[in-house]
């Protein structure tokens, strides 16, 4: 059974004041279902992805929120999942299989998360709550923190100077501002530039050596949602359609201090991209773009080398001979990524899956890669407890 | 695809000073991997069901904990899933659908709450995060003040007197601590008398009226587990095999006050009750016991109405049969409901599917009904935002 995407909405990501997180839901679930050309009464199931809105809004349960978007959801089956900033593809992963089992023809997913309300007060004590707590938030850990791990662990087993690896940090950062300046969906479209992202200095302070300001993504609100049914139904109904030809979830120990897993790599990542590519039938040559987890710049660079874009601990090569550059042979987060276009946490994976079908469809939310046929989306959730790629293909 | 319960396993309900949600995890987790005859590595996908985490005990993301329970577990799809109340019936339906998708062929389930690692402070507020805080909790209504709502509006639809409500509902209230005292596994073993639960007192005040604290469940601890697979693959395993013959989920408008929705009747519950009898050909004749959700004593009075066990506005005549109670033709919570048995909200799902299988197993936590076939579970999260019924049958 083959899924595919019929409808996509995506909203601006950013500090958006006068949204609430019913208001994003509201958005993202009606602007997807105005684009498949379905209504309420046509979905059988609506997937709600969140991570923290009982923290950040003071509201959980908002599954059956989804009954609001449109009066045909009423007595419908309408799931809230939760897998850190990996939520998104997480509700994803559910719909499809829900698709698969023969109960449902037609879903709705929605994904949105509404940070800002705390004003920048408990945000980040709210996603520490996505590490292992009695080990690392306890301990004072944050994710800049648990993702410096990754970066100190990455520099001692490959024996990466930290000059070497503050460059490529560096250059992958500058990327995501840079593409990000071409998407109007995107929270930061200033650019960046070298100078400034290689350096410490007041406006671009050590975060968690050796990750700067410049390495983290952002604070966001934001909202989007896919629509998604059998290919066969979809190419009836659609002049373009994108398939979720594969996609493969993998968790892992939750914690990246406690040493059972390695500190330098995602192999659960690695593993599930691997599967998606045996089931596909394709390679990664295959692949014309993807849609990654920087949500740190460090995880960009260890995810290329979980795709197989280089050696373990040659991510470097990938961002020197600008294969992940618009026009390079795996342009990566051309929206700009976690980085600069903005990381609602629950919204994040939804967001790669619609980034990468309007690729595909020729409609590129932001820069065009031209004639891509197939994509990538490699969604993480903590420091690499939770896991989730999709393939995504152009079949119609 | 049918699709059968392999092994369970139920803690204790209570404050459980000692054990942390990790140990409540891990100790379901393993007990009912154990009680299968499966390892980890049989097992191709977890479901967690949890609530509150995030508030109760400061940690989220817990889907990749699951990894933990067994080292057969790593690079495993582990999910969380959040519906409230009802958060442990929406995870055994996620694990269904997954075995119906062909993805999967053995699923472990788990559900779990730590709840009183708040020592009482915030818990109601936590709870009330379940609500539509916009119009409820930040209004100031907590579940004992919305199930109020569903009291006060069953006696002005139905024209029951006040008299009339405490003395069915203080029968209930007794019903289930009565119950509990054959349940080893209760929170509450006492028992109860209808001096004590029909009278307001300082022992028994009126918390929200017309519901006083004996109308009220528990704040406990606990967790459970199942293990799923096919039915086929089941009767090859086991002597004694349940079946989960029919599960249907359906949402309905989260707030209660808002008028959306009744206030004296459960509309998703009968529906979807109603569709599970469609579904396996029963009727409510056929159904030998009943575990639903007596979070207030007012929900399970309204829920015999859902089932069809009285016309609505009469489930006061299922309590003055002895319809509902041991030996009735529709024993309802034999365990002592979440009551007098507990209600670790994330577990509660899982528990009642566990004391169902147990039961037509021959094998009760707690009294058991004689010869029972068939059994139904009805879990409810929020104030009926979310429903979910399923319908369990002896099938070896």
């Known amino acids: 059974m083959s899924v ?41 199931a609506v997937f709600f992805a969140n991570y923290g809105s009982m923290d950040f ?43 698969e089992s023969g109960r449902y023809k037609n879903v709705l997913v929605v994904g949105a998360e509404k940070m800002t309300s705390l004003n920048g ?45 503050a460059d490529t940090l560096a250059r992958i950062s500058v990327k995501a501002h840079t593409n990000a ?14 100078e400034y992202a290689l350096h410490v ?19 966001s609100d934001g909202g989007a949602a896919v629509v998604l049914t059998t ?12 398939e979720i030809s594969a996609i493969s979830m993998m968790c892992d120990h939750i914690s990246i201090v406690e040493g059972k897993r390695h500190n330098w790599e995602h192999e659960a990542i690695r593993r599930a991209f691997n599967k998606c590519l045996d089931e596909t039938g394709l390679t990664l040559a295959d692949i014309n773009l993807a849609e990654v987890h920087d949500c740190f710049t460090i995880n960009e660079l260890v995810i290329y080398e979980a795709l197989g874009l280089t050696e373990p601990g040659k991510g470097r090569e990938a ?39 309007k690729q595909l469809m020729g409609e590129a939310i932001g820069a065009q890669v031209e004639g891509a046929q197939n994509a990538v989306t490699v969604n993480v959730g903590g420091s690499g407890g939770t896991n989730v790629i999709s393939i995504l293909r152009r079949v119609k």
């Open 4 to 44: 595919s995407i019929i409808g996509t909405s995506h909203s601006k990501f950013g500090r958006l004041e006068d949204k609430t997180i019913y208001d994003l839901i509201l958005e993202a679930g009606r602007g997807a279902l105005a684009d498949s050309g379905l209504t309420g009464e046509d979905i059988d």
């Open 57 to 99: 809004n003071n509201q959980s349960h908002l599954g059956p929120f989804m009954v609001e978007i449109d009066p045909g959801l009423r007595f419908k089956p309408c799931v809230r999942v939760e897998g850190a900033c990996a939520s998104g593809s997480v509700a994803v992963y559910e719909a499809i299989k829900g698709i």
């Open 121 to 165: 007060k408990g945000v980040t004590a709210t996603l520490a709550k996505a590490s292992y707590m009695p080990l690392e938030g306890e301990h004072g850990y944050t994710f800049p923190g648990l993702y410096a791990e990754l970066g100190k662990g990455y520099m001692a087993h490959f024996g990466i100077s930290e000059e070497e690896l």
């Open 181 to 194: 300046m071409q998407n109007p969906l995107a929270q930061m479209q200033n650019g960046s530039n070298m």
């Open 201 to 219: 200095s007041d406006k671009n302070p050590m975060v968690a050596y050796p990750l700067k300001l410049s390495d983290c993504s952002l604070v």
């Open 231 to 242: 290919t066969e139904r979809a190419k009836e109904l659609k002049d373009k359609v994108v």
């Open 319 to 357: 961002v020197l001979d600008g294969s992940v550059f618009l026009g390079g042979r795996l342009p990566v987060n051309t929206s700009g990524g976690l980085k600069a276009k903005g990381h609602p946490v629950g919204a994040t994976g939804v967001s790669m899956h619609v980034l990468a079908a």
